[in-house]
């Protein structure tokens, strides 16, 4: 099993590519090489693929909090399932990952949905779907600082509040507001819920 991210940027002619693209490549390049991995396509669209499934709703979090600290925003799938063809290139690899990724991606638009799981179990898709659309009611309204200190907590998660806040250049007392306006917390519950209800389809 595998887990396709696909994605794009919402509003994302609203800033020059510039300003975005270098810091979105550096946290895609953390998570495997391009093209084989993920590809940024079409100027705005991105696809990525996460080894582990358990990992993938943490993955789509971390893009999301990068783009808000500058002030944008993603529309993500992600599709759980098999990898049946490997490609020199993530765009043009197959399986049940990808198709249960795009056909998902098609809808989201539609529905005016930023974040959704397709696994191809219908059961478990609409029990997570639900709770990501009560995550997101706080997600989407993160400020630029909130975001912040979401995306360097995800992506130094062995550092201690003292230490996020030496990188963020504010004190702990500030780091532990930050995480309680952005529901940190909380957001780590789902996280875990979620990797308990993917691990067990592999299980």
Known sequence: MTSIITGDIIN??????????????????TKGEAPIKWEIYRGDEF??????????????????????????????????????YQAETISESNGSAFINSGELFDVLKKRKITLAVNSGHAELDSEINLMLQLGLTFIDNWSVQSAELVLATISNDSLSQEEIGKQLGINQAAVSRRRKRAQFDLLLELDAYFRKKINSLTS
């Not at 002619?13 to 490549?25: A, Q």
């Not at 990525?48 to 925003?73: G, M, R, S």
């Open 47 to 84: 696809q990525l693929e996460i080894d582990n499934p358990a990992e993938a709703l943490l993955t789509a979090i971390q893009i999301k909090a990068y783009l808000k600290t500058v002030q944008l925003d993603a529309r993500i799938s992600i599709g759980i399932g098999d990898k049946t």
């Open 12 to 29: 994302s002619r609203k800033l020059p590519s510039t300003v975005w693209m270098s810091g979105l490549k550096q946290l895609f390049n």
